[in-house]
């Protein structure tokens, strides 16, 4: 019961990390809300975590617009009076081309979920955190927020903003006992990255891929969701503006 009734939002909370994160906060006592622009799949969310004897809630938004985003976190101020933690983790793939290539609407649309979404987030969710004096945001961010990806232009540009914006926002609400880290996984497999789905349309990419990480195999769900309780957690209170990979070593 590690967190016992703090409240936690989790973004993206419909698939994949988000998904598992906010499954996990529930299990060690957290009220989560879970948000997703597919209301389908955030409510099986909180029905499983339910089912599983949890306390959870759905609240629609797409990151990407402002003022849907500053309604999520009004709701969440009405609701419960607080935010403990919120994790901004909604994100796109985007296309896959090459820099020259790479289609405008698909920059601007990666641009704005992936790194305005997290600026919209913590810009929301500051004034709550300022107001109940401290809290813990963790971004989203991938090794594409590290270094470069071939084929992934907006992605990795979106993702070297969320750590820039993690970064700076921990310099400036550190004296505030607010928290701020950024999240950087190497390919994990969820519905964003499925390594057979990939098998299908580019033949040998994924063991090209596997090859490159020295621990030789993609990250489990389970072992983003775990740095992100940690992160999260009490036994983490001396670290802010951190970007984190969780990456077999790639980035070593
Ligand atoms: N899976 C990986 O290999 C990997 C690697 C590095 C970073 N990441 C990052 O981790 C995060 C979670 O990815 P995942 O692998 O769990 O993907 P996923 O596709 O399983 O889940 C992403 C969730 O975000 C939601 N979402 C997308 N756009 C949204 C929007 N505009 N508003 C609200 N919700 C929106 C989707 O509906 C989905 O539920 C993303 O930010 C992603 O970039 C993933």
Redesign the pocket.
Known sequence: MEFKDKVVLI??????????SAVAFAAKGANVIV????AK??KTTVDSIKKAGGQASFIS?????AD?VQQLMDQIKSDFERLDIAIN?????GASARTHEYPLDDWDKVM???AS?VFYGMKAQLPIMLEQGGGVIIN??????LKGLPNSLA?TA??HA?VGMTKTAAMEYGKKNIRINA???????????NPDAIEKVAAGIPDKLKAGIPLKR??K?QE?VDAILWLASDKATFVTGLALPIDGGLTA
């Open positions: 973004t993206g909370g419909a698939s994949g990390i988000g998904k598992a948000s997703d622009y597919n799949g955030g938004c797409n990151v990407g617009d849907q983790n909604a994100g796109i793939p704005r979920i992936n979404g989203t961010a991938s090794i594409a927020g992605y979106s993702k969320v999240l950087c996984p190497v390919f994990t497999v969820t519905p964003l990255f993609f990250a769900v983003q």
